[in-house]
């Protein structure tokens, strides 16, 4: 499966991506819709804000094809484009007698309390802040994610029945003992809100400002003074986000400062695109060694210039300082977005602790404390909105296990015959689809007003046609074929081998194919899926009809029993 379908194996959710692709090009938006949400229980948002590490393996942007297809872009077309009519489906299970509390309303959180109440559980959310959603509501600019788009989304989960209470703190407000002797299991799911301190001389100051808290502040309405000079320290979204507000809130100067280089970045290339396009500078190889201020509030910041050292073992490349390097600038404000950790403090018992995460138990999502699961980024450091909502999937479905004694969903691939061959040859060759987008100043006249415009039905449409449909797969039936060659001569690509033999695996079951260039040695025709673009045309010249087409999907199966 991770061969055939490269881009759904990234996905931490597992997306049925060709699939919902497919359904766009057909012009079938609520389907496609329906399709994310199965797995991805926020598609519109997602469709804005995701990592995209699925685009980091598309098969079309492989050295020789091209440029990967725009698949989150694509996601966000099928929420935009759907009908306002659309009916939000669910595959409801008998109600249990079963209560379990989440903390945490924020992406983990919110895909646990989903599906445990579509399994049937009477589900309680306890969130600490005025709004739901965690870091799309507060630690995400709506420049990039607006919040009627969050809300909608939200709404949709909250309306299974879901008890929301807002303004609860655990451990503060109520404590978490309670919790465990009301409900019948309780998973934390509490997001990263500590963030982590440079440690250094002057970060006391006024002016200094953690990544985080600086989000919030906007988020929650305020507009800190940040005068015209802003270094920002960190390379993750969260930093970036920063530089593009502080440019919106009247900087002049905004530079992102990194330790190691610029294709170190935790961030995809479409972000650092847009942030250099608002004229934020990046500037690699350097790391603060103190914040210069006078009265109480920042002046300058002190750099020391690094190099990169190389090592055996992962990480292979660390930053080292150089002596004698340190260098001055003035500044007004200083931003530190180096990352975030969990708050365990509302935890009695004490918890087991991975380094400052939650531990869990291997393979699991238990914690040290019997009846308390935990998912999301309290359990992994800060990660992005598709492994949060993968995670607390995977823990409501722990739990439900628990309960009822047996797995009731389980992931299968679904193998069937397909005559969904009707991509042309051409598609190959459509221009990747652009994104639209505010000009430089419109940009900077709200800072609510979303940045990216979406794609209109037919940029949709060119877009989703680029996709190879890599849950097709070719296969030559060797009894059949004659050996004419036909299929490797119109082949576009290498992905048609001649061969030999085949390696058998100690287990007995079969291994890679042996190839060979001499036709006399030749014992079979064979497609390589891993390089084949679905073309179709070896189909079409093939005189015997000895090559079949499957479509090969990784699909959830109800195992009730």
């Given at each position: 499966m991770a061969e055939n379908v490269p881009c759904q194996h990234a996905c931490p959710a597992q997306t049925n991506i060709p699939g919902y692709i497919r359904?766009?090009?057909?012009?079938?938006?609520?389907?496609?819709?329906e399709l994310n949400r199965m797995v991805n229980i926020l598609p519109g948002v997602l469709g804005r804000i995701c990592s995209r590490p699925c685009e980091e393996k598309c098969r079309h942007g492989e050295a020789d094809l091209g440029q990967p297809v725009n698949i989150c872009h694509l996601k966000r077309a099928a929420a935009d484009l759907k009908s306002p009519w659309h009916r939000i489906k669910e595959n409801l299970y008998t109600p249990s007698d079963k209560k379990v509390a989440v903390i945490g309303a924020g992406p983990a959180g919110l895909a646990a309390a989903y599906e445990l109440a579509t399994l049937g559980h009477k589900v309680?959310?306890?969130?600490?802040?005025?709004?739901?959603?965690?870091?799309?509501?507060?630690?995400?600019?709506?420049?990039?994610?607006?919040?009627?788009?969050?809300?909608?989304?939200?709404?949709?989960?909250?309306?299974?029945?879901?008890?929301?209470?807002?303004?609860?703190?655990?451990?503060k407000d109520l404590p978490l003992g309670k919790l465990m002797k009301t409900y019948d299991a309780v998973i934390a799911a509490t997001g990263c809100l500590h963030s982590f301190a440079l440690s250094i001389p002057g970060e006391d100051l006024e002016g200094v400002y953690s990544g985080l808290d600086f989000m919030m502040r906007i988020n929650t309405g305020e507009k800190p003074a940040i005068g015209s000079r802003v270094a920002v320290i960190g390379g993750g979204f969260t930093a970036i986000d920063c530089a593009r507000m502080a440019i919106r809130l009247g900087a002049s100067k905004v530079s992102v400062n990194l330790r190691k280089t610029e294709e170190y970045m935790?961030?995809?290339?479409?972000?650092?695109?847009?942030?250099?396009?608002?004229?934020?500078?990046?500037y690699g190889l350097v790391q603060p060694v103190r914040i210069m201020g006078e009265k109480g509030s920042v002046t300058g910041i002190t750099f020391e210039r690094t190099r990169l050292k190389y090592l055996a073992e992962p990480p292979y490349r660390v930053a080292v300082p150089i002596e004698n390097s340190e260098f001055t600038i003035p500044i007004d404000t200083v931003i530190v977005a180096i990352g975030q950790y969990p708050v365990t403090d509302y935890i009695k018992p004490k918890l087991k602790l991975n380094g400052k995460r939650i531990w869990t138990a291997p393979d699991t999502f238990k914690t040290s404390?019997?009846?308390?699961?935990?998912?999301?980024?309290?359990?992994?450091?800060?990660?992005?909105?598709?492994?949060?909502?993968?995670?607390?999937?995977?823990?409501?479905?722990?739990?439900?296990?628990?309960?009822?004694?047996?797995k009731r969903k389980k992931t299968m691939v679904r193998i069937e015959s397909s005559e969904q061959t009707d991509r042309k040859r051409s598609d190959d060759f459509i221009p990747r689809s652009q994104?639209?987008?505010?000009?430089?100043?419109?940009?900077?006249?709200?800072?609510?007003?979303?940045?990216?415009?979406?794609?209109?039905?037919?940029?949709?449409?060119?877009?989703?046609?680029?996709?190879?449909?890599c849950y097709l797969k070719y296969e030559i039936d060797v009894n059949r074929c004659i050996y004419c060659f036909a299929c490797i001569d119109v082949a576009p690509r290498d992905c048609i081998k001649m061969i030999?033999?085949?390696?058998?695996?100690?287990?007995?079951?079969?291994?890679?194919?042996?190839?060979?260039?001499?036709?006399?040695?030749?014992?079979?025709?064979?497609?390589?899926?891993?390089?084949?673009?679905?073309?179709?045309?070896?189909?079409?010249?093939?005189?015997?009809?000895?090559?079949?087409?499957?479509?090969?999907?990784?699909?959830?199966?109800d195992m009730e029993r």
């Open positions: 359904c766009i090009v057909e012009q079938r938006y609520g389907r496609s819709y309680t959310v306890y969130e600490s802040q005025e709004r739901p959603g965690g870091m799309l509501m507060y630690g995400i600019p709506e420049f990039r994610l607006p919040r009627d788009i969050v809300t909608l989304e939200i709404d949709n989960i909250i309306r299974l029945g879901i008890d929301l209470k807002l303004g609860v703190s655990i451990g935790r961030i995809d290339a479409h972000e650092k695109k847009e942030a250099k396009f608002e004229k934020i500078a990046i404390v019997k009846g308390l699961y935990a998912a999301g980024d309290c359990i992994t450091g800060a990660t992005d909105v598709i492994s949060a909502i993968a995670r607390g999937r995977k823990a409501a479905l722990e739990v439900d296990a628990l309960f009822v004694k047996h994104m639209a987008t505010l000009g430089p100043r419109r940009r900077l006249v709200d800072i609510t007003k979303e940045v990216e415009l979406g794609y209109d039905a037919i940029a949709a449409e060119e877009e989703a046609k680029r996709c190879y449909l030999k033999d085949i390696d058998i695996k100690k287990d007995g079951s079969y291994g890679e194919l042996v190839e060979t260039g001499e036709w006399n040695n030749v014992v079979a025709i064979a497609i390589d899926n891993k390089r084949c673009i679905r073309c179709g045309q070896c189909l079409e010249v093939c005189p015997v009809q000895c090559i079949s087409v499957s479509k090969v999907e990784l699909i959830e199966q």
